[in-house]
Each structure stands twice: as structure tokens, then as C-alpha cells.
């Protein structure tokens, strides 16, 4: 009877199992439109995370994690936008996450933008961008007991050996705390300010499962909303969806070693973008969708893990792309470089 038992909490558990997987394949192709001006944000800052795409795990309660992130946009420039072509994009992010309890982390982002554009009246718009606030509430699941909440023995595992299946729900929501009307010269360009004068929400599920001791696989969707601003001007939402494998290449568990784990990432990183709008009107010039590739490396050295990225378009299909020079898709590459220490 207690083999009946398992088999059909066992069969529950795959019940909602399919139903998980069923919303994000739903999500991933009803998203009709989700342009980006910013860099990403992502909270996988741990060993066996990867760079971009956000991991489920969630911090043990009452432990802190503090972590920076730079993330570098060189863009590619063309003949017809001279002398005015955007030149780079710089945006740097220091961050707090902590564990309310062992299911529900929240977090902290405070932005620093700089986005550089030549030409006479071009220059540099730097400052603050808008402040972050997200919860995660992570999840399990096994053929014993199901899908659950994780408990203090679901973050304190390697999940390499627990054989579990780890799901996430994040929300949150950016305060519009950076400035938005800075002119250089050539008029207040939105996409070329600090922040974005509005509040947007972002709303998110993940995976991740270990195929063996030393790698993983990590699947990750989300789709960011503006509102408008006065006037009815609105940036156009992003839907994201990353798929990412994870491979420890090294772990050393002396206590005096240095290089404590090395980390391996490749991941896939796709951006779909809906128009701009001006006074509710959709733009020309803005939108698209975008596949990206991005080989990556992490380091546990000590106490502090640091990480680094290299972003690259594999993919693109940009509305009006000969409008487009400084958008996503154009880079000639991203590079992004993670610290972060817990507590």
C-alpha cells in the first residue's frame, strides 16, 4: 500500500510537472510582442550558475548575498547615421539579495547608466537608472513528495547529487528613480537616457536540473512591461526566454585552496521586442526579435565568485533595420563581468 502510495503521489508530481511545462511552452509562443535600452538583470550570482539567465535557486533564510555587474555595449556603427551613430552603452548594477525565508528571496538593484553617442551635440548621458525590487519563490520536485516549496534542505544541496527538479516565479518592479530628460545637444532622446520616467513590472518562471555531478541545464522566461509616461510615449515590452548549460569544470574543497570552483557556461538568449510608441502611436525603427549566444566562465575564488560573458548576436530580425543603429541586435558584442559575495 505504501508502494501504491508513492507511485500516485509520484504520478501528481508529474501531473504538475506537465502542467509547469505547458505554461512556459503557452508563454514562450503566445507572446505576440515583448525595444530594450537597457542592460539585463540577472540574479544568478552563485557557483554552477550561468551569466544571463536566471537560475531558481534561492538563498537559505537569513542569508545575504551582495553582487555587482557591469555590462558593456560596443555598437556597430554605419555611413547613413553620421556623425551622429550611438557609440556605446555602459551599465553597472550593485545589488542585494537575501533570504526571507528558504523559498522566498527578495531583492535589491541600484543602476548606474552611461549610453555615449558621437557627433557634434553628442557626448555622454550618465546617472543613476531606476531602481530594481524583485521576490523569487523557489520550488522542487522529486517522485517522492512532489512539487513542494523549498525547505532548508533544498539550498543548502548540491544540486548535482539531490536528483531534483528546481522551479522559480519571480516578480518585480523598477521605481522611476533615474533621471529621463537629458538633453546634449540634439533633444531629449529617451532610449539615450539614465532611466525611463515610468514604472515597468517584470514577471518570470525558471527550471534548472542536473543531467550529472558536473552538469546542468537551466531554462529561464520573462517578460518585462512599460507603462507610458505623460503624453502617452511607451517603450515597448521584452519578452526574454534563455536556455543554459552549466559545467563545473573544477572543485576543490581544501580548506585553503584558492580556486575553490570553476564554472563553464553556453547559453542561448532570445529578445523579442515590441515597437516603441509615441503619443500611442507604434514607431518606426524599434522592434524586432533577437537570438544571442553568450560563452561564459565563473570562478569561486575564496569567499568571492566572479563571473564573465561574452554576448554576441547569432540571430536578428529588426523591424526596419537600416533605422536601427544603437539598438539590440546591432552590438558588436555585450561583454558582462559579475562579483558576489554571500553573508
Given at each position: ?14 501531473s ?9 511552452t ?7 510582442s ?59 548594477q ?173 547559453e542561448?538568449?532570445y ?25 561564459g ?31 539590440e ?15
Amino acid at each position: 500500500m505504501q508502494e501504491d502510495g508513492g507511485a500516485h503521489r509520484f504520478l501528481e508530481g508529474m501531473s504538475l510537472l506537465r502542467k509547469l511545462g505547458l505554461i512556459l511552452t503557452l508563454w514562450f509562443f503566445s507572446v505576440l510582442s515583448a525595444g530594450a535600452h537597457h542592460g539585463g538583470t540577472s540574479i544568478s550570482q552563485g557557483p554552477g550558475t550561468p551569466i544571463e539567465t536566471n537560475t531558481p535557486i534561492t538563498l537559505p533564510k537569513g542569508t545575504a548575498v551582495v553582487f555587482s555587474r557591469a555590462e558593456i555595449a560596443a555598437f556597430r556603427k554605419f555611413s547613413r547615421e553620421d556623425p551622429n551613430n550611438i557609440d556605446s552603452f555602459r551599465f553597472y548594477q550593485l545589488g542585494a539579495s537575501y533570504g526571507l525565508t528558504d523559498s522566498l528571496m527578495a531583492t535589491v538593484i541600484l543602476p548606474f547608466n552611461a549610453k555615449s553617442q558621437d557627433g557634434p551635440g553628442g557626448g555622454t548621458a550618465r546617472g543613476l537608472g531606476d531602481v530594481t525590487f524583485m521576490l523569487n519563490l523557489g520550488m522542487n520536485y522529486d517522485g517522492v513528495d512532489g512539487l513542494r516549496l523549498n525547505t532548508a534542505e533544498d539550498v543548502a544541496v548540491d544540486i548535482g547529487e539531490s536528483g531534483k527538479w528546481y522551479f522559480g516565479a519571480y516578480g518585480g518592479l523598477t521605481a522611476p528613480s533615474g533621471r529621463s530628460d537629458i538633453d546634449l545637444g540634439l533633444g531629449v532622446d529617451g532610449g539615450l537616457q539614465p532611466g525611463f520616467g515610468s514604472v515597468t513590472g517584470t514577471i518570470g518562471l525558471n527550471a534548472q536540473k542536473a543531467l550529472s555531478s558536473r552538469l546542468s541545464l537551466l531554462a529561464d522566461t520573462s517578460i518585462q512591461m512599460f507603462t507610458p509616461v505623460s503624453g502617452g510615449d511607451k517603450f515597448g515590452n521584452e519578452f526574454r526566454a534563455n536556455l543554459a548549460g552549466v559545467y563545473n569544470l573544477r572543485s576543490n574543497s581544501d580548506e585553503g585552496a584558492t580556486l575553490k570552483q570553476w564554472d563553464a557556461s553556453l547559453e542561448l538568449n532570445y529578445l523579442k521586442l515590441s515597437r516603441d510608441e509615441t503619443a500611442g502611436v507604434a514607431d518606426l525603427g524599434t522592434g524586432g526579435s533577437i537570438l544571442y549566444i553568450t560563452p561564459g566562465m565563473r570562478f569561486q575564488v575564496g569567499e568571492v565568485n566572479l563571473g564573465a560573458g561574452l554576448k554576441l548576436p547569432l540571430l536578428k530580425g529588426l523591424n526596419e533595420r537600416n533605422l536601427q543603429q544603437g539598438s539590440e541586435g546591432l552590438e558588436k558584442f555585450r561583454l558582462i563581468l559579475t562579483s558576489s559575495i554571500a553573508f
